[in-house]
């Protein structure tokens, strides 16, 4: 996983799933595994990871993260 920093605006307080908590996690989650530079199989942006790695990640059921999504 690369090191360095995200950008996130204050307008995510506003955002109407904020009050869900783990819905907030698991964006957050998949925002931050996501590539940040092209490689072979994967671009930038964008994330491959199973609803059990979150699980594993973030410490949520499988149910919570099926729901979140």
Known sequence: MANGFIKLHRKLLSWRWFQS???????????????????????????????????????LSRQQIRTAL
Not at 26 to 54: F, Y
């Open 21 to 59: 908590p783990n819905t907030v996690v698991v964006w957050l989650t998949l925002l931050l595994m996501a590539e940040w530079d092209d490689g072979q199989n994967i671009r930038a942006g964008q994330v491959l990871i199973s609803q059990q790695e979150i699980s594993e990640i973030t410490g």
